[in-house]
T-cell receptor
Framework: DGGITQSPKYLFRKEGQNVTLSCEQNLNHDAMYWYRQDPGQGLRLIYYSQIVNDFQKGDIAEGYSVSREKKESFPLTVTSAQKNPTAFYLC???????????????FGPGTRLLVL | DAKTTQPPSMDCAEGRAANLPCNHS???????VYWYRQIHSQGPQYIIHGLKNNETNEMASLIITEDRKSSTLILPHATLRDTAVYYC???????????FGTGTKLQVIP
């Protein structure tokens, strides 16, 4: 059953602590993305990666870091430098479907991060 | 500066067609129109996308005006499970950055 998994569903962070959110996909997609969503708002792009071992900053990358060592995995670390980390974090991946000329982005179920 | 404009909320009677409008007057020639929906506390779900022709799949239909400055998502027979926030987005950039606005909150009423 193909898809994108994110873990954990809920995550609690103490002040000054780094936490890592997991994202795995088995869709064989090259590109992966991390978005942040605040209550009542749309999604904002944090980081994206088009291929393994390469990633680029999105619109709100400060206080976050990522790695892309494997095609299937794109973990996001929320560092202590992120002063307002409480949000809903969404991972996505994209690739070309058969017969398509445009990549479609698919999303995981999300991780809700709360600061204690 | 928002690239798409949607009404903040709409109601639809169960079993009736839900027509969700979206304005994208500054759309570029190579930008696709994408629709996603998000049920509370879940990840956005892809619905449909199109460039300039009308599109239909098992979930919905997408009608794009000839000048491509607006589009309408049609859910032909809305059910209670269609209650969600619907996002109209434009594709831009080689890595397919999707810009989400605040969407339309659709409430399907029994």
């Amino acid at each position: 059953d193909g898809g994108i998994t994110q873990s954990p569903k809920y995550l609690f962070r103490k002040e000054g602590q780094n936490v890592t959110l997991s994202c795995e996909q088995n869709l064989n997609h090259d590109a992966m993305y991390w978005y942040r969503q605040d209550p009542g708002q749309g999604l904002r792009l944090i980081y994206y990666s088009q291929i393994v071992n390469d990633f680029q900053k999105g619109d709100i990358a400060e206080g976050y870091s990522v790695s892309r060592e494997k095609k299937e995995s794109f973990p996001l670390t929320v560092t202590s430098a992120q002063k307002n980390p409480t949000a809903f974090y969404l991972c996505a991946s994209s690739g070309l479907s058969e017969g398509e000329y445009q990549e479609t982005q698919y999303f995981g179920p999300g991780t809700r991060l709360l600061v204690l | 500066d928002a690239k798409t404009t949607q009404p903040p909320s709409m109601d639809c009677a169960e079993g009736r067609a839900a027509n969700l409008p979206c304005n994208h007057s500054t759309i570029s020639g190579n930008e696709y129109v994408y629709w996603y929906r998000q049920i509370h506390s879940q990840g956005p779900q892809y619905i449909i996308h199109g460039l300039k022709n009308n599109e239909t799949n098992e979930m919905a239909s997408l009608i794009i005006t000839e000048d491509r400055k607006s589009s309408t998502l049609i859910l032909p027979h809305a059910t209670l499970r269609d209650t969600a926030v619907y996002y109209c987005c434009l594709n831009s950039g080689g890595y397919q950055k999707v810009t989400f606005g605040t969407g339309t909150k659709l409430q399907v009423i029994p």
